[in-house]
């Protein structure tokens, strides 16, 4: 497979912030979102088999495992393989994904983070909006807000596509372009049953380390 780098550090999204996570980040991807900050991802990567990814993840000794990317999806086969071993293995797996791909075939014991990709992404035209027939209870669907009209359009999306209550709903806040406490107050105005994901581990070690 195509590895861009593994690394354990403090889950920093998701419902599993603050957890111990080892991040397996999987190379290139297919979209190219304007606030993209893991540029990095785009290159080819180092070549590792299924079985070198397991052996390095089994001495790290951390049991939530999050393969990420770029675009894990795009190594599609070996992906959905990688995914199957770890939960044989007894980890529980995240598995992050831009919403461009199929997510049908992925491992239903893993939990699917499915990334909405808003108009302020510049790649809302990409999405596979399929997916959103796959999403279980246990999943979570991330949608990173760059501004009020991502906002708007975000709170519509959940009411035309039936969203509520099917799983757990994350809005980000775009680093750079949204402050955070305007899109909490939007959410309290609204009263909108989402959780607001603030990218912990960059408030923790810093915008432009890699690696946490
Ligand atoms: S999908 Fe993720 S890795 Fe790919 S361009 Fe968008 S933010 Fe970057």
């Known amino acids: 497979m195509k590895v861009c780098e593994i690394f354990t550090s403090i889950q920093g999204e998701s419902s599993y912030a603050g957890v111990p996570c080892t991040f397996v980040r999987l190379a290139e991807c297919n979209l190219r979102c304007l606030y993209c900050d893991t540029q990095y991802s785009y290159a080819n990567g180092i070549e590792m088999s299924v079985e070198e990814i397991l ?46 791909l199929s997510i ?20 809302n035209s990409e999405m596979d909006l399929t997916n959103l027939g796959f999403i279980k209870p246990s999943d979570e669907i991330k949608f990173v ?51 607001l994901n603030t990218q912990i581990h960059k408030y923790i070690f810093g915008t432009d380390e890699r690696m946490v």
């Open 104 to 123: 049908k075939d992925i491992d239903r014991r893993a939990v699917i983070i499915l990334d909405v990709k808003t108009p302020g992404s510049g790649m």
């Open 145 to 195: 807000i760059c501004s009020r009209e991502d906002y708007e359009w975000s709170r519509s999306f959940i009411a035309e596509n039936g969203l509520k209550g099917r799983c757990t709903i994350l809005f980000s806040p775009a680093l750079g372009m949204l402050q955070p406490v305007l899109l909490a107050r939007w959410i309290i105005e609204d009263r909108l049953d989402v959780r």
């Open 55 to 100: 052996n390095h993840v089994k001495l790290v000794g951390v049991n939530l495992v999050e393969i990420t990317g770029g675009e894990p999806l795009l190594q599609e086969a070996e992906t959905l393989q990688l995914i199957t071993s770890l939960l044989d293995d007894g980890y529980e797996v995240l598995l992050e994904t831009n919403g461009s």
